[in-house]
């Protein structure tokens, strides 16, 4: 499994689909308003990707599997912040079912990542 570019690791890919159908869902005018979720949910899912891009170049496996570790947490804080947008209405159950399957989708993959570099034994 290896990447020469971090745009090839499918999580990072995954990541960056995340963050563009965040930034769709925050165009509404209920969340576009709510200025602390909208800002929280643009911060969390670019983390995402920024974090698996920036663990890439870390030079070794370890600092890569630190900067993983933030992504993948980073994927639970947008899930749980979906909760926030279903709850003040925000979006319906149906968006909200796609968009945290999406975020668990990628958080599986950076979890699987994390899980081969630990095993890759390098």
Request: with cysteine.
């Amino acid at each position: 499994m290896g990447f020469e570019r971090f745009e090839d690791i499918e999580a990072w890919q995954l990541a960056r689909a995340l963050t563009v159908t965040v930034y769709q869902l925050v165009r509404r005018d209920a969340i576009a308003r709510d200025w602390a979720l909208r800002d929280q949910m643009i911060r969390a899912s670019s983390s995402v990707m920024h974090n698996i891009a920036e663990g890439f170049d870390g030079g070794s496996n370890a600092e890569f599997i630190r900067f993983l570790g933030y992504a993948y947490r980073s994927c639970t804080e947008v899930q749980s912040q979906l909760y926030i947008a279903l709850d003040q209405n925000y979006m319906n159950q149906n968006e909200f079912n796609a968009v945290y399957e999406h975020a668990a989708t990628t958080r599986g993959k950076v979890g699987a990542l994390i899980k081969y570099l630990r095993n890759s034994g390098r």
